[in-house]
């Protein structure tokens, strides 16, 4: 019975309804949808890393994670001296540079000789590998992004270049050009940022790192899976108090427009929950129906929510290829827990004032 | 409660309806199921105590149907209120099927109304999102048995409801809503029946069966019933009348 009360005084008031439901899926779409932002790009960056195909990342002292925010503080020919350790199968010297025509985009310099040698080669979606000093290679996902195809021109670091070849995604960056180009366009002359190195053996990843730590004190040398493991929010200085905020204004937002739904629902309804003191219901029998219906409210929310998310996805994926989000049954699940979470405690302070109302005043209310 | 018990209750009450001694206040082998002794009843508007019951001390016996008089603003329907719990006395006991109330906390009263009273109210105060039969319904959950069907179908069919029942308020005429009132106010069998002004809203029409439906339930099943009324006429479907005036009972004499 009080399932059909709850039910019917939920569709009394249809719009209210809806604002609260719509609002509650906002907060539940504004989660799901930041936190799957954040947790896809860093998935798909060390995606693209591990699709290198290198076993040994070598970076000079104090460089960032984020390779695009390092410098080019290291000699091109130190990848000679890491090539003759033993069981270094090849090792490619890379520039890294963050361009911001047209969106962020990280450019890899490279040299194309080494780098095939590192990551097994590109796979060619279209034209042909870096030849001249203009040439520029670029992935799937961008080239879609962009509309470009192989023979068009691209303007990128004030530079005109010309896309040779459309590439399959997952090699480190998007973008590709000559090493030696990037280098002139940076005023890095025979600088790297980082070496990518192959072993001949994968099992001795932990040798190799030993004996590079031994030719190069002081610098960062990370076999790939440790790298791998630190791209997570928490190692991202300021993205998890920045994800954190989100979830907090998002939760605010729920338990705001639950508890301004809630307070004029009870000022609504004096009458009815004089009604129902004066037949004798206790205050936690009123309190479990205003609850009750906030309950169906979140639940109607989270759902929505869900498929706004998913939807927005969709979209997003159609307007910026580049982009991706990653929705997990985890923060699914998180979501839900904080949409009625804050549901609720937004509920609360409202039926535990209509608990309490005087039952001849609210009889009296009109 | 099954048909059986429900009839052997309706009988035993029509019985005790049907005996004068039961009609006279402290007949020696009835303990009255109201009492209330020397019952104030202040409330405070900005710095000034406004006495609404002034020491009122009554009794009410076990299948009675008492009406009580009197003008606007004379204290009746606080009476009412304190009497069914709504309320807290400010001063003096009321005792309600032996339970006193001025001793007990908002949630005691608050059971003690669930099990042992029925409010009707002048106006209605049927909750407007659900149907008749919702209205009704939502009594039996409250009163925690759980919705007996066969009770629920004397009720509705005693008072003539059975094709309103999913009709919602709104659906419905003043005699119907209020009938639905009176369903919901009796489906628990409550020991007593409290009807503030259950006319004031009703054409002339609806309001003599909305009376003779009170006074059908106090013949029949013995439903111990006080009325408030303006209404001479109403009064006159009671045993016994008692006038109140500034927060007190000046008379109490049988209905004509």
Redesign the interface.
């Known amino acids: 019975m009080i399932g059909e009360l709850v039910w019917r005084n939920t569709l009394h008031r249809p719009l209210r309804t809806l604002v609260s439901i719509v609002a509650v899926g906002v907060e539940v779409s504004l989660i799901l949808l930041i936190v799957g932002l954040t947790h896809g790009m860093l998935r798909e960056v060390a995606k693209r890393i591990e699709g290198v195909g290198a076993d040994i990342m070598v970076q000079p002292p104090s460089a960032s994670m984020f390779l695009a925010f390092s410098g080019a503080p290291m000699p091109v020919s130190i990848g000679a001296r890491i090539a003759d350790l033993p069981h270094v199968k090849a090792v490619a010297p890379v520039l890294v540079q963050l361009s911001s025509s047209g969106g962020l985009d990280v450019v890899y310099g490279i040299d194309p000789s080494s780098f095939d040698a590192v990551s097994n080669g590109f796979v060619y979606l279209q034209g042909h590998r870096l030849e001249s000093p203009d040439d520029v290679l670029v992935d799937d996902w961008y080239a879609r992004a962009r509309n470009l195809k192989a023979g068009d021109t691209l303007h990128l670091l004030g530079h005109n270049f010309h896309v040779a070849g459309v590439v399959e995604h997952g090699k480190g960056a998007r973008v590709f050009v000559q090493l030696k180009t990037l280098a002139q366009l940076t005023g890095s002359p025979d600088k790297a940022a980082l070496f990518y190195v192959k072993c001949d053996v994968p099992g001795q990843t932990a040798l190799v790192s030993k004996e590079i730590g031994q030719l190069l004190p002081r610098y960062q040398i990370r076999p790939i899976r440790e790298f791998l493991s630190l791209m997570t929010a928490t190692n991202v200085p300021g993205l998890n108090t920045f994800v954190r905020s989100m979830i907090a204004l998002a939760a605010a937002i729920g338990f705001l427009v639950i508890f301004l739904s809630m307070y004029t629902t009870i000022i609504e309804r004096t009458r009815d929950i004089g009604i129902l003191k004066s037949l004798g219901a206790s205050k936690a029998y009123i309190v479990r129906a205003l609850l009750g219906e906030t309950a169906l409210v979140c639940a109607a929310g989270i759902v929505t929510g869900i498929l706004m998310s998913y939807g927005a996805s969709l979209l997003m994926r159609e307007l910026f290829p580049t982009l991706t989000i990653l929705i997990t049954p985890g923060w699914i699940l998180r979501a839900m827990g904080l949409a009625i979470g804050a549901g609720l405690a937004g509920a609360t302070y409202p039926a535990w004032l209509a608990s309490r109302k005087d039952p001849v005043e609210a009889l009296a209310y009109e | 409660m099954n048909r059986e018990a429900w009839s052997a209750v309706a009988e035993t009450a029509k019985i005790a309806v049907e005996d004068p001694r039961s009609l006279v206040p402290g007949a020696p082998d009835l303990e009255p199921i109201v009492k209330t002794e020397d019952l104030w009843k202040v409330y405070r508007s900005g710095a000034l105590d406004v006495p609404a019951l002034r020491g009122v001390a009554m009794e009410v016996l076990p299948g009675e149907f008492v009406a009580i008089m009197g003008p606007s603003g004379c204290g009746k329907s606080t009476l009412l ?1 304190v009497i ?1 719990g ?2 807290q006395a400010t001063r003096g006991r009321v005792l309600l099927d032996g339970n006193d109330l001025s001793e007990m906390t908002d ?1 005691g009263r ?6 042992k ?1 029925g ?1 009707v ?1 002048q106006r209605f ?6 149907d008749a039969r ?1 209205n009704i ?7 925690g048995d759980g ?1 007996d069907p066969h009770r629920f179908d004397v009720v509705t069919h005693m008072l003539g409801l059975a094709g309103r029942l999913r009709h919602r308020p709104a659906e419905l005429s003043g005699g119907e809503q209020q009938r639905v009132a009176i369903a ?1 106010a009796i489906i628990n069998e409550p020991k007593i029946l409290l009807a503030d002004e259950p006319t004031g809203n009703l054409d002339t029409k609806n309001s003599e069966s909305v009376l003779h439906m009170l006074r059908q339930l106090n013949q029949q099943l013995g439903q111990t019933t006080i009325l408030i009324t303006h209404n001479p006429e109403a009064a006159a479907f009671a045993h016994r009348v008692l006038h109140m005036r500034d927060g007190q009972i000046v008379d109490s004499i049988p209905a004509d």
């Not at chain 2, 608050?110 to 099990?115: A, P």
């Not at chain 2, 105060?125 to 659900?130: G, K, V």
């Not at chain 2, 319904?137 to 009163?143: D, E, G, K, T, W």
């Open positions: 209120h069914g709504l309320a949630a608050t059971k003690l109304r669930r099990h009273v409010f109210f105060n049927l909750l407007p999102t659900l919702g319904a939502i009594a039996q959950h409250i009163h919705f919901r």
